[in-house]
């Protein structure tokens, strides 16, 4: 999970594309905040591996695809079994989510913007 937190979609996409390329890994999700938190947006994207074992974002490219809202109550679902590296069908460690694994990204947003604000008091109150 990226999070840029005052960064724009041009440094998140390239960091989507970036991360891509790690071994392993099955999912980019970024997360983008405005400075106020008035901006509070995601896009999630599918790594998938090329015959030379390169990881690439499937589909669209990053700066193609619009992004989604963050709103309360709305989850973002991933694979359990590809985010473990585990076979379509086979069996998920016990108490593992089945089949998906279900992220709220109000309460991430939330916690990454408490964090950027230590020792900043430009707000009196939280803008959730």
Not at 3 to 21: D, I, P, Q
Not at 102 to 119: D, F, K, V, Y
Request: with cysteine; glycine share 8%.
């Amino acid at each position: 999970i990226e999070v840029g937190v005052s960064r724009g979609w041009n440094l998140l996409n390239a960091k989507a594309v970036e991360w891509a390329t790690f071994p392993g890994v099955e999912y980019v999700l970024c997360v983008r905040l405005s400075k106020t938190v008035a901006v509070r947006q995601y896009k999630l994207f599918f790594v998938v591996r090329l015959l030379n074992g390169q990881g690439v974002i499937e589909g669209l490219a990053p700066h193609n695809v619009a992004p989604v809202a963050i709103v309360d109550g709305d989850p973002v679902l991933m694979s359990s079994r590809r985010l473990l590296g585990l076979p379509p069908g086979a069996p998920l460690p016990a108490g593992f989510a089945d089949p998906n694994l279900s992220i709220e990204l109000l309460p991430l947003a939330r916690r990454a913007w408490e964090a950027n604000q230590r020792g900043v008091h430009a707000y009196d109150k939280s803008p959730f």
